[in-house]
């Protein structure tokens, strides 16, 4: 660290939460008490995440000084923003307007869902939207076409589900699309890490993922997962490393591994990298996280510069075409339907509580949706063993179809769309 950086950060001890984060090494505890005198006027939490230790308050500038050539002192860091990867489409979305689409359909054929065959083939959404469809054909979404989405039964092996734990801003769970599942929503009062005190998904987003993910209709794993909300975004789509931290902090403490789903992004970030590192390669977590939205190189940018987790870029499914807005790069690993999705609305009063959204986080939703099915109805992929979901992955992906080619390969990105059987 320089000069000039500890100036800057000194400006700034009054205005925000900073982060430091201290060596491997350290002993946090000896280290707190070294400083025990300048510490008990500041206000400031001590957190340990396997290896990784971080001191987050507000400090006085003779803290800062005294630990600044401190060898001990890993980084000192500003509590970055950290935001959703979602783009609303503004569209009067309604039941008459959309029945020769999908809305209609899918209201009046969702009882096909419980009709179960008689043998192992695959149960038939009749009426899929097209997320659900392009996973399990070979070809981009056409016009008048069958709209059916073959969903592999469930295991009759199956000891239980793998959690997905979506870090978002919440759920609306009562809403009539999860009717069929318990999600398990920790945004009580206890759980609520964004800065509000509002447990509800005002904003949206969660709502959205949740319901590609495991809704009756839009779900890609419908019976085959669970979801454990936390909210960490506030209701603006913004949220706080601090909270972040925390949250990873009470999973490891209190969860059992599964797929940890971060539908956000950050300005790069080597704590966030830190932890990725330390809940895939340690606490054995499948880290699923969107590339971003910003037509700009993923590795830019975290978690998804990360090497430690799966990072989705997004397509235009009736083309096979990269979206127009999603992030790019050869931290990408792949890619998945994200242009005007239909998703549950957070909106749960309205005649068609429905939204139409775009955005990588969906696409990452697809994503940890299809790991989950696969971990769940797998019997040769090891759960503790991330390398066998990304084979399996990376032997069902469809290589070469994602257009401009060209365009891709310049970016060093990969081209590969994600298939689910």
Known sequence: MNILYFLMIAQLIHAQTLIIQLTENTIGLKFLKKYDTILKLCSYEYLEISNNKFIIGKFDTNFLKSIYFDTEVKSISKDNQINICQLKKKNNLSYESNNNYIMKPILEQSSLLNTKPNDTSPLVQHFAPRHLVRLTQDHAIKKKQEMNFKYPLSSPNKKKNHNIY????????????????????????????????????????????????????????????????????????????????????????????????????????????????????????????????????????????????????SIDSTLDKIADFSNYGKCINIFADGVNMLTLSNNINDNIPFDIFSGTSLSAGIVAGVLSQWLNNYDEINFDNNNDLIMKLDNLAIKGIIQPNKYLENSKTVNKLIQMI
């Open 166 to 313: 979506l870090l978002d801003t919440g759920v609306a769970t009562t809403h009539p699309g999860f009717y069929h599942k318990k999600i398990i929503n920790k945004t009580i009062m206890k759980y609520n890490f964004t800065h509000n005190l509002n447990n509800e998904d005002i904003n949206g987003h969660g709502t959205s993922i949740a319901s590609i993910i495991l809704s009756q209709l839009l779900g890609v794993c419908k019976n085959d997962c669970n979801i454990i909300s936390y909210k960490i975004i506030d209701d603006n789509g913004v949220g706080y490393l601090s909270n972040f931290i925390k949250t990873l902090k009470y999973i490891q403490d209190n969860e059992t591994n599964g797929i940890l789903l971060l539908p956000f992004i950050s300005e790069k970030s080597q704590i966030i990298n830190d932890l990725m590192y330390t809940f895939n390669q340690q606490l054995n977590y499948t880290i699923v996280v969107p590339a971003g939205n910003y037509q700009l190189d993923s590795c830019n940018y975290s978690p998804s510069s990360s090497n430690d987790v799966i990072t989705v870029g």
